[in-house]
């Protein structure tokens, strides 16, 4: 009785175990899924201004917009013009400018944004090639933008990137680690039945296959708690703090991340459990 209660104690601590193992991983690749979404979203809204002659009609304007639409890196265009621009600097002062001064000295502009795959290593030249590409144009008198803060934004993004993929691998390599160690904590405790297998004239692989089977099981049962609990901790902090972490956009996500974490933990369970029957059988 007291080896029953045991060995279904050590169950029972093999998939808490390998359960709160994936729930970390789960949950640290969640936050880089979000982290990487923000941060490209945070880099689409710089806007680029290029500024166009005074003289230029709406016309001219809108074909320069549609030239530049068409570049690959661009994702978005906006044309303001001389009185668009008027209302909106209007609105920022609270006061008519123009019938302050008798005329507007505003220029029409376009508004560029470009894609957000633009890297520290390539978007100096990307840069470099749109503000040739348009800024030799007879209509744009120059292209506006602060460049060290675009440089210092594009690497802190890159870098911010790096650090959770960093930390993911290390997280990774724990995983590993403390899954081994719990199957074959698992597999210790289960020693005499191997070991009467061996009297009996079992086959290695027969004797591995239901510890094999009983790891996969174990870790495909972890990864499904480890995602229930991850969904439970999202809902909690949307509840709380409204970070619009659960949307339809967000689910098909969420659930190739917890498809991908188990099947990690399955693929270790596998491996380890092999490996340790193999030695163990090895030795005896």
């Keep these: 009785m007291r080896n029953k209660i045991n060995l279904w104690g050590t169950h029972g601590s093999t998939i808490l175990g390998i359960t709160l193992v994936l729930f970390m991983l789960n949950l640290l690749v969640v936050i880089e899924y979000h982290s990487y979404r923000l941060t490209h979203s945070a880099q689409e809204k710089i806007t680029y201004k290029v500024d166009l002659v005074p003289e230029i009609d709406d016309t001219a304007a809108q074909a320069l917009k549609a030239d530049i639409q068409r570049m690959d890196y661009v994702k978005h265009v906006d ?9 909106i600097f ?24 470009f894609y957000a795959n633009l890297m520290p290593d390539n978007s100096g030249e990307v840069l470099d090639r749109f503000c040739k590409e348009v800024g030799n144009r007879d209509e744009v008198t120059g292209v506006v933008y ?23 691998a290390l997280l990774l390599i724990i995983t590993i680690v403390l899954i081994n160690s719990l199957i074959r904590i698992a597999i210790y405790n289960q020693r005499e039945t191997i070991r009467t297998m061996r009297l009996v004239g079992a086959t290695r ?17 972890g990864g499904c708690i480890a995602a229930v609990l991850t969904f ?26 917890d498809a991908a974490v188990a099947l990690v933990g399955i693929i270790i369970s596998y491996a380890s459990t092999a490996l340790t029957v193999r030695r163990y059988i090895a030795k005896h």
Aim: glycine share 2%; no cysteine.
């Design 205 to 221: 692989r027969f004797i591995a296959r239901p510890f094999v089977w009983r790891s996969i099981a174990y870790a495909a049962l």
């Design 79 to 87: 044309y303001i013009s001389k009185t668009k621009a008027a209302e």
């Design 232 to 257: 439970i901790t999202l809902w909690v902090f949307e509840n709380e703090f409204s970070l619009n972490l659960i949307g339809a956009d967000h689910l098909a996500w969420y659930a190739v991340i």
């Design 146 to 168: 602060q460049e060290n803060v675009v440089e210092e934004l594009q690497e802190v993004f890159y870098k911010l990137s790096w650090f959770f993929i960093v930390f993911i």
């Design 90 to 113: 209007s609105q920022e002062l609270d006061e008519d400018f123009v019938d302050f001064i008798g005329y507007n000295p505003l220029t029409p502009s376009l508004m560029v944004n």
